[in-house]
């Protein structure tokens, strides 16, 4: 079999996050939330970028934390991290700034014991490996937790877009033009 045929089938044997009682938490969150803030390192960082993308086609006002147009959190607003291990010094930092300025905090992780989602009011546990714990997938480090995010991501675009009545054309609108 080839590479991508032994990813593809490591991805298929993956436990659906989506089937995890803080789902439907995080999406109530997201649609109440005044401002979403998407917070990750890395390749990680990378993924929930692509979320920030998706959730400013859906209409939501929101901030990718580190770009220079980042405004001050308030309470009401609600941040949501990814990272496999949890253990990102900076998060942690971020998570308990936005703690004490009321932001509702969601991590996205493999380690429900981390430091990081010890700040969390919502967990989505992710059952893969971080670069820091065990080998038990094909691939190195935190590539299937990273894949596995990008696909929970647009699987919550795709649900929000069902409960908030949003089809692709409305998306499209809200698209970069400046590419
Ligand atoms: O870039 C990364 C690395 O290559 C792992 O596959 C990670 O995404 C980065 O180091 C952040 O780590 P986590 O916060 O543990 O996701």
């Known amino acids: 079999m080839s590479e991508l045929t032994n990813i593809l089938n490591e991805l298929d044997s993956m436990t659906d996050p989506l089937i995890n009682n803080d789902i ?3 999406i109530d969150s997201i649609i109440s939330a005044k401002r979403i803030y998407l917070s990750g390192v890395g390749r990680s960082g990378l993924m929930i970028k692509a979320f920030a993308n998706r959730l400013m086609q859906l209409g939501f006002t929101i901030s990718v934390v580190g770009e220079i147009s980042g405004p001050h959190t308030h309470h009401g607003d609600l941040i949501i991290f990814n990272s496999a291990s949890g253990s990102s010094s900076n998060l942690i930092s971020q998570a308990k700034i936005a703690r004490d300025n009321k932001v509702k905090v969601a991590v996205i992780t493999t380690n429900e014991t981390s430091e990081l989602a010890q700040q ?6 992710i059952k893969a490996q971080s670069k820091f714990s065990q080998s038990t997938s094909i691939q190195p480090m935190g590539s299937l937790f990273e894949q596995s995010t990008l ?7 795709l649900k929000l877009m069902k409960i908030m009545g949003i089809n692709e054309q ?6 970069a033009n400046l590419e």
Do not use: G, P
């Open 120 to 125: 969390a009011d919502l967990i989505i546990e």
């Open 170 to 175: 409305d998306m499209l609108k809200n698209h």
């Open 151 to 157: 696909l929970l991501f647009d699987s919550l675009s």
């Open 24 to 26: 439907d938490k995080l």
